[in-house]
């Protein structure tokens, strides 16, 4: 089992940065992809990033690049960082891991078995 704790999200203006940070328990984070969905209201939950234990990373459309994925294994966090943002990304950010997680599917949350849950970001215009 893997616990996951989701903080940092916040009121934040347009062009302005915030960084997400998702603790992990339970289970040591080494070994499994750690990502991060967003689900605005109204909306169906949209996949924003991943990173596998290998360092490997992906990210969806909509952020690439203006959010950074990157993990912390010996403090089992990962971290998002968000640049330039948008009021667009007002969402609650969830964090998933899974200890599989596949090239074909990555972008499903249906490919996670665990959630943390969710921390809200708000960019004003």
């Known amino acids: 089992q893997v616990q996951l704790g989701e903080s940092g999200g916040g009121l934040v203006q347009a062009g302005d940065s915030l960084r997400l940070s998702c603790a992990a328990s339970g289970r040591t984070a080494s070994g499994v992809a750690m990502a991060w969905f967003r689900q605005a209201p109204g909306k169906e939950r949209e996949f924003v990033a991943i990173?596998?234990?290998?360092?490997?990373?992906y990210y969806g459309g909509s952020v690439k690049g203006r959010f950074a994925i990157s993990r912390d294994n010996a403090k089992n966090t990962v971290y998002l960082e968000m640049n330039s943002l948008k009021p667009e990304d007002t969402a609650v950010y969830f964090c998933?891991?899974?200890?599989?997680?596949?090239?074909?599917?990555?972008?499903?949350?249906?490919?996670?078995?665990?959630w943390g849950q969710g921390t809200q970001v708000t960019v004003s215009s």
């Open positions: 998933a891991a899974s200890p599989r997680v596949y090239l074909d599917s990555y972008w499903y949350a249906y490919s996670y078995e665990y």
């Open positions: 990173s596998w234990s290998g360092g490997t990373t």
